[in-house]
């Protein structure tokens, strides 16, 4: 399983990290890398105009079945509950 959380430092608190172990805890080990996330934009304001436009290409591509995945209730039931 491999997972990204894109946070701030205050975010990386005990919270955090019991939130961590308690999805980890069936692993033997883990491999924590960290790194700044500035280079995917991730930390740039966006206009309500601009994320407006970005929820409309989304829902656009869900509506035509682009660029998602579904899957049944019981199969998220499924991924949920062996996730913790």
Excluded: Y
């Excluded at 975010?11 to 500035?38: G, M, P, T, Y």
């Excluded at 682009?66 to 949920?80: H, K, P, R, V």
Aim: with cysteine; glycine share 2%.
């Amino acid at each position: 399983m491999e997972t990204t959380f894109v946070i701030t430092p205050d975010e990386l608190d005990n919270n955090f990290l019991d939130s961590l172990k308690k999805l980890f805890k069936h692993r033997k080990q883990l491999q924590i890398s960290v790194s700044v996330a500035e280079d995917f934009n991730l930390l740039q304001t966006e206009t309500p105009q601009a994320h407006l436009a970005r929820l409309e290409k989304c829902l656009s591509e869900v509506n035509k079945g682009e660029n998602s995945i579904t899957f049944t209730d019981a199969q998220l039931d499924d991924i949920i509950f062996d996730k913790l």
